[in-house]
């Protein structure tokens, strides 16, 4: 007896008979729940979905293996992102301190999560936490 894998966020793959290992980022559903798009990234690489696949075009899907996938780096840096913008913009409102200081706090918090997933993807796919370090 088969057991076939449906598409899940972190799983890794291939697309039609490429050999490349594609990471799933993000899936878009149909109305009864089926996946029905599937955003993928090169395994390993910077992080931008750069494959498009539906179900039926994927072959070797796999398992997720590491413990933070490519797609909650990238959920964590939209967040954080958000966060940044909410508080960039109150700034510029001229917000009240309260208000400011939630929004730092949120800021903040936001920044430390993506900040600490990504590290810990770092180093589960390339043996290194750091990254490329900038001057």
């Known amino acids: 007896m088969t057991q076939t894998l449906t598409p899940a966020t972190g799983m890794t793959c291939t697309y039609g008979s490429g050999k490349t290992i594609w990471e799933i980022v993000h899936i878009d559903y149909d109305e009864s729940g089926a996946p029905k798009q599937l955003h993928m990234s090169k395994a390993g690489g910077d992080g931008y979905t750069n494959r498009w696949a539906t179900p039926d075009e994927i072959r070797k899907l796999t398992a997720r293996a590491l413990k933070t996938s490519l797609g909650d780096v990238l959920k964590a840096r939209t967040e954080s992102a958000h966060a940044a913008t909410e508080l960039a913009d109150a700034i ?16 903040h918090e936001n920044a430390r999560a ?6 810990a993807h770092l180093l589960e796919t390339t043996g290194s936490s750091e990254g490329e370090k900038e001057s």
């Open 92 to 107: 510029k409102r001229h917000a009240k301190p309260g208000k400011l200081e939630t929004l730092i706090r949120t800021a």
């Open 114 to 119: 993506y900040q600490a997933l990504y590290a």
